[in-house]
């Protein structure tokens, strides 16, 4: 994948004993991980476009995967479908957008509904960062 302007984007895969392993998207098995974390900035624009994203990321919610997205990265979540009545933060440029797809935007530092986890802004990186590790040490 590549990112912008030009940018080879590698995917991360970070496991126990390891710094990262590289790996493209159509070599990754939901199995084989514990959640999804998808940043912000305008990256979740070009991600959502991706039928196999999309797709994955169902996988991996419908799996009882944690799904974390923080600023614009819940335009992901709404494009995979799983929104819907759910409490959602967002940067307040997608408001219109989570609310449009059927779900409540909350403007919190930090919301979890189910196995999916929002924050709005990098301001909320701290609060959201420690929720992500608080919810895989205690899974």
Not at 25 to 45: K, T, W
Not at 64 to 74: D, N, R, S, V
């Amino acid at each position: 994948m590549t990112g912008r302007f030009g940018t080879t984007v590698p995917l991360l895969v970070f496991r126990e004993g390891e710094r990262h392993v590289i790996k493209e998207l159509s070599e990754l098995r939901v199995d084989d991980i514990d959640a999804i974390v998808i940043p912000g900035g305008f990256s979740p624009d070009y991600l959502r476009r991706l039928p196999d994203v999309s797709n994955f990321v169902r996988e991996a919610y419908n799996k009882g995967k944690l799904i974390a997205a923080i600023c614009h990265g819940p335009w992901v979540l709404i494009s995979a479908g799983l929104v819907k009545g759910k409490r959602i933060a967002g940067v307040i440029a997608i408001k219109d957008d989570i609310i449009n797809a059927g779900a409540m935007y909350e403007d919190a530092a930090v919301v979890r509904d189910e196995n999916t986890m929002t924050s709005r802004t990098p301001d909320d990186l701290s609060e959201f960062c420690n929720a992500i590790i608080d919810a895989l040490s205690s899974h």
